[in-house]
């Protein structure tokens, strides 16, 4: 059944990215292999001001990986054992895997079907006396909204730590992600807009007080060397990651122009294609206001799986970000959710369909995403 005749376009490729910037990448690797210093050093500390700054925020905290962040900027807000934290079914596992870590219990909330993200109106109505954070996700690199949210969470005096992890770059109404509420949450896994070569995060805050504290909690607790006052853990970004994503950093402005452009192609093609016009498919949207850093350009498809099919078949990557909402997860069962409790973030889950994404992609390329996509409903759609 394989019919890959035309040019397969991967989901991602990190590989032509690599490429250009190896020479680059080479000398600062040398260079810190040559100093020997691999932990908390030079290129850390830069790394940390230059991404706190891309947040509009006063610190950045370097730590393992973006899940970590999320562990530990929930544990320097207070955040533990019984309190409750509203939070999205709609997200990767680390997002309430993080809160539950912390010792704390996920209470889910459902979502907003534009944006995918925390519907503020319904995380309002799940606050009670419990409740110590919201931790809204800025999903596919579209800001959640977050001055309702802000606004229950003064009303109530809770913490708001931002899941960031997809969307350094992002801004809404109230500016940058990540220093909106308490704390932002930042991966650099691979994959994301600015990802290093393995695993690495950053919180960032304005708030000097949970600076301080991440910054214990990163290495075991401690403020003074074989001193231990909290429980942390070792979790540190290291020397060789900083060094790569500095060298990365001074391209990511127009890496994201270039995934704005691609998602502005994507939109023109597919709105020409009559699809969406049909009720076939159902774009991403920007909602006024907002700076969409487009780490997935995202469908919504009735047929969904069927046409991943087709695309596979034809050579084409596309990812299901993500399948199975976190309420519906074996290891979240004791939380006693059931099928049907959100209906939306179920829905979602059933339609979405990320489609290649990743800034050296061609216009050709996405031409070619557009005119496989159109041949899959060709006779029952006019394309
Ligand atoms: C929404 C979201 N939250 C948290 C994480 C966790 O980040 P990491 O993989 O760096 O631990 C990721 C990325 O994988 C993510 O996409």
């Given at each position: 059944?394989?019919?890959?005749?035309?040019?397969?376009?991967?989901?991602?490729?990190?590989?032509?990215?690599?490429?250009?910037?190896?020479?680059?990448?080479?000398?600062?690797?040398?260079?810190?292999?040559?100093?020997?210093?691999?932990?908390?050093?030079?290129?850390?500390?830069?790394?940390?001001?230059?991404?706190?700054?891309?947040?509009?925020?006063?610190?950045?905290?370097?730590?393992?990986?973006?899940?970590?962040?999320?562990?530990?900027?929930?544990?320097?807000?207070?955040?533990?054992?019984?309190?409750e934290v509203i939070t999205t079914p709609f997200t990767f596992f680390?997002t309430a895997g993080?809160i539950a870590?912390?010792?704390?219990v996920p209470v889910f909330s459902d979502i907003d079907p534009v944006t995918y993200n925390l519907d503020p109106v319904l995380a309002a109505s799940r606050v009670t006396?419990?409740?110590?954070?919201?931790l809204p996700v800025?999903l596919?690199?579209?800001?959640?909204?977050?001055?309702?949210?802000?606004?229950?969470?003064?009303?109530?005096?809770?913490?708001?730590?931002?899941?960031?992890?997809?969307?350094?770059?992002?801004?809404?109404?109230?500016?940058?992600?990540?220093?909106?509420?308490?704390?932002?949450?930042?991966?650099?896994?691979?994959?994301?807009?600015?990802?290093?070569?393995?695993?690495?995060?950053?919180?960032?805050?304005?708030?000097?007080?949970?600076?301080?504290?991440?910054?214990?909690?990163?290495?075991?607790?401690?403020?003074?060397?074989?001193?231990?006052?909290?429980?942390?853990?070792?979790?540190?970004?290291?020397?060789?990651?900083?060094?790569?994503?500095?060298?990365?950093?001074?391209?990511?402005?127009?890496?994201?122009?270039?995934?704005?452009?691609?998602?502005?192609?994507?939109?023109?093609?597919?709105?020409?294609?009559?699809?969406?016009?049909?009720?076939?498919?159902r774009?991403?949207?920007?909602?006024?206001?907002?700076?969409?850093?487009?780490?997935?350009?995202t469908?919504a498809v009735g047929e969904r799986d069927?046409?991943?099919?087709?695309?596979?078949?034809?050579?084409?990557?596309?990812?299901v970000y993500y399948p199975l909402p976190l309420h519906r997860q074996e290891v979240f069962r004791s939380l006693g959710y059931k099928e049907g409790d959100f209906p939306r973030a179920e829905q979602a889950a059933r339609e979405v369909l990320?489609?290649?994404?990743?800034?050296?992609?061609?216009?050709?390329?996405?031409?070619?995403?557009?005119?496989?996509?159109?041949?899959?409903?060709?006779?029952?759609?006019?394309?």
């Amino acid at each position: 059944m394989s019919e890959c005749s035309g040019h397969p376009v991967p989901g991602f490729d990190l590989k032509r990215q690599n490429i250009l910037l190896q020479e680059d990448l080479r000398k600062v690797l040398d260079e810190v292999i040559k100093k020997g210093q691999f932990i908390l050093a030079e290129n850390v500390q830069e790394l940390e001001s230059e991404i706190a700054r891309i947040c509009g925020a006063r610190y950045g905290i370097g730590v393992a990986n973006g899940s970590d962040a999320l562990y530990l900027a929930l544990l320097a807000c207070g955040v533990g054992q019984g309190d409750e934290v509203i939070t999205t079914p709609f997200t990767f596992f680390a997002t309430a895997g993080a809160i539950a870590r912390a010792g704390a219990v996920p209470v889910f909330s459902d979502i907003d079907p534009v944006t995918y993200n925390l519907d503020p109106v319904l995380a309002a109505s799940r606050v009670t006396s419990r409740t110590k954070a919201i931790l809204p996700v800025h999903l596919y690199g579209h800001p959640a909204d977050m001055e309702p949210l802000m606004q229950v969470a003064r009303a109530n005096q809770l913490k708001v730590i931002e899941d960031a992890a997809q969307a350094l770059g992002a801004s809404g109404q109230d500016g940058p992600v990540g220093n909106i509420g308490d704390a932002g949450c930042i991966s650099f896994f691979p994959t994301k807009n600015l990802g290093c070569f393995g695993d690495g995060g950053m919180v960032v805050t304005s708030d000097p007080e949970i600076a301080e504290r991440v910054r214990m909690l990163r290495v075991h607790g401690s403020r003074k060397k074989y001193i231990h006052e909290a429980l942390g853990c070792n979790s540190r970004l290291d020397e060789m990651q900083a060094a790569v994503l500095r060298v990365k950093l001074a391209h990511f402005p127009s890496w994201t122009e270039r995934r704005r452009e691609i998602a502005l192609l994507y939109d023109q093609l597919l709105n020409s294609s009559g699809l969406v016009q049909k009720g076939v498919i159902r774009l991403p949207r920007q909602l006024p206001g907002c700076f969409h850093v487009y780490h997935q350009y995202t469908l919504a498809v009735g047929e969904r799986d069927r046409l991943q099919q087709y695309l596979k078949n034809k050579g084409i990557g596309s990812t299901v970000y993500y399948p199975l909402p976190l309420h519906r997860q074996e290891v979240f069962r004791s939380l006693g959710y059931k099928e049907g409790d959100f209906p939306r973030a179920e829905q979602a889950a059933r339609e979405v369909l990320s489609l290649p994404m990743f800034p050296e992609m061609t216009g050709e390329e996405v031409d070619r995403v557009v005119h496989v996509i159109c041949e899959f409903w060709k006779g029952e759609v006019q394309c």
